[in-house]
């Protein structure tokens, strides 16, 4: 697994912490072999044009590389508080794609396609 060097918000969960690494607009980079230890459980970076979404499963990384301005479908964001992170909110966009529908006779119904990371909520809400 490799991830360019950029400037990222986010966090990176590694099977020997209790709690992830936090990176707020921070320079990083990383290449790690799928057999490696530690190894990162999961993680979320964006650096405000792509979104990276890590997980670890079965001794394999998958890594699912989002870039925002090629998205399409609608669009509804979402805010979700972290429980190890000092309460920091995380953005995420929901993407809801139309798909015909069996139940609704063949009829185009939105449906939930991806959740991507957008970041860090900096606003006091």
């Given at each position: ?51 990276i979404s890590i997980k ?62 957008v970041g860090f909520n900096?606003?006091?809400?």
């Amino acid at each position: 697994m490799k991830i360019e060097k950029s400037k990222y918000q986010g966090y990176l969960w590694y099977s020997d912490k209790k709690e992830p690494q936090v990176l707020n607009n921070e320079v990083f980079e990383l290449e790690i072999a799928d057999n490696a230890n530690p190894f990162v459980i999961e993680g979320q970076l964006f650096d405000g044009q792509k979104s990276i979404s890590i997980k670890y499963v079965d001794g394999k990384y998958i890594v699912n590389t989002y870039d925002l301005d090629a998205l399409d479908g609608v669009m509804q964001e979402q805010k979700f508080y972290s429980h190890k992170m000092d309460g920091k909110q995380l953005k995420f966009r929901q993407i809801w794609k139309e798909q015909p529908d069996e139940l609704c006779e063949g009829m185009q119904v939105l449906q939930p396609a991806e959740l991507i990371f957008v970041g860090f909520n900096n606003e006091e809400d």
